[in-house]
């Protein structure tokens, strides 16, 4: 199933469910507002982008068997974090937070050198999400309604991408059966439920405590890739994992040195 679909009834599916949710908790005045808001549109048009591009690259590396890559870019990712603070907000680095940065530097030039090639799966997943994060932090409206916001931005192209998959006789919504229909329906509340759920559970725990569970989903990606689509595990790819899972415990304990 091509990525491009998945990522297009990711969409449409979503909205329901993040509509529902934004009027059980009567925000809809909030996403009024954004809608009339020339500036809010466009930095929602641009993390709608940024967001796309991040599933989209996500949902084609698991179907083309580099899940391992995307476990990878999702590691990375609070390291990216780290740096564009710094870059972008002028924050100092603190030694460990440099420590952890070298170490994912390292990793990525193990990758580099053993694959002849920039590990770019982890790179734009990390890049991508990374931006997003910095950005969507800009966006005046709650967290739950600037999702809805992104994929109603979303939504036409979507729809374009649907019906000229079905038109060309390509598309598995209602002509491969139920089975495939389902599972695209449940893409939607699978993509909206936990990153809204998320966005909440950052409100509510300490920073040191949701720092180390952004490392559940990563881990939950590699081990399936290993242990479930047997994905090959190779000797450079251990090393650079090795570095980046160093690189995460030195920028862990510099959370846990900083909440002190």
């Known amino acids: 199933m091509p990525a491009v679909e998945v990522v297009a009834h990711r969409v449409l599916w979503s909205i329901p469910v993040a ?29 709608a982008a940024l967001i796309s591009i991040n599933w989209g ?28 603070g710094v870059v972008l907000l002028g924050e100092r680095f603190t030694k460990l937070q440099m420590a952890a940065v ?24 990390a890049g991508s999400f990374g931006i997003y994060g ?26 374009v991408v649907v019906f000229w998959i079905n038109a060309t006789g390509n598309g598995h ?11 695209l329906m449940f893409a939607g509340p699978a ?11 950052a409100k509510q725990l300490r920073y040191t405590t949701m720092g180390i569970l952004q490392y559940i ?17 190779s000797s450079i790819q251990a090393i650079a994992f090795g570095f980046i899972w160093t690189g995460l415990a030195l920028y862990t304990w510099s959370l846990f040195k900083a909440a002190k």
Do not use: H
């Not at 919504?173 to 599972?183: E, I, K, P, V, Y």
């Not at 989903?217 to 595990?233: K, N, R, S």
């Open 191 to 201: 993509t909206a439920i936990p990153l809204i759920l998320y966005a909440f559970g």
């Open 57 to 84: 690259v996500y949902v084609w590396a698991i179907a083309e068997g580099r899940a391992i890559e995307g476990a990878l870019g999702y590691y990375i990712n609070p390291l990216i974090n780290v740096l564009l």
């Open 19 to 47: 509509g529902i949710i934004v009027l059980w908790l009567k925000r809809t005045e909030d996403l009024k507002a954004a809608l009339k808001s020339p500036r809010t549109l466009l930095m929602a048009c641009v993390t």
């Open 217 to 233: 989903a990563p881990t939950m990606i590699f081990l399936t890739a290993v242990f479930v689509f047997g994905e090959p595990f």
């Open 134 to 159: 910095y950005l969507r932090k800009t966006l005046p409206v709650g967290p739950t309604q600037g999702f809805l916001l992104e994929v109603i931005i979303l939504a036409i192209p979507a729809l």
């Open 102 to 125: 070298v170490c994912a530097v390292i990793a990525v030039c193990f990758l580099t050198f053993g694959a002849g090639k920039l590990p770019w799966v982890s790179l734009a997943l």
């Open 173 to 183: 919504f209602g002509q491969t059966g139920w089975g495939d229909m389902g599972l």
